[in-house]
């Protein structure tokens, strides 16, 4: 179990420099917002699995704020009306 957890962490950081990829290739914004909200759910689960291993409770806590703001941004983004003439319509 020891050993699984860096490589898992590993994993996960190769996921999130995936993800960067979509968001500066586009194409349009709610591309780049769903990359986002990946970046947010893959960090929250690197700081629980780090958590974990590293034996520090307070990772946990950081984890539990970054899903609550990961939270609000998805509702704003979802709640902002769409621009007129904009490139994403």
Same mark, same amino acid.
């Given at each position: 179990?020891?050993?699984?957890?860096?490589?898992?962490?590993?994993?996960?950081?190769?996921?999130?420099?995936?993800?960067?990829?979509?968001?500066?290739?586009?194409?349009?914004?709610?591309?780049?917002? &769903?990359? $986002? #909200? !990946?970046?947010?759910?893959?960090? =929250? @689960?690197?700081?629980? /699995?780090? *958590?974990?291993?590293?034996?520090?409770?307070?990772?946990?806590?950081?984890?539990? &704020?970054? $899903? #609550? !703001?990961?939270?609000?941004?998805? =509702? @704003?983004?979802?709640? /902002?009306? *769409?621009?007129?003439?904009?490139?994403?319509?």
């Amino acid at each position: 179990m020891e050993s699984l957890l860096p490589a898992a962490i590993a994993f996960l950081a190769l996921n999130l420099a995936a993800g960067l990829v979509r968001v500066v290739r586009g194409p349009r914004a709610a591309d780049r917002m &769903l990359a $986002v #909200l !990946l970046f947010g759910s893959t960090t =929250v @689960a690197i700081l629980l /699995l780090m *958590a974990a291993w590293l034996e520090v409770p307070a990772l946990r806590d950081v984890a539990l &704020l970054l $899903v #609550l !703001l990961a939270t609000i941004l998805s =509702v @704003a983004f979802v709640g /902002l009306p *769409a621009r007129r003439g904009g490139r994403d319509g």
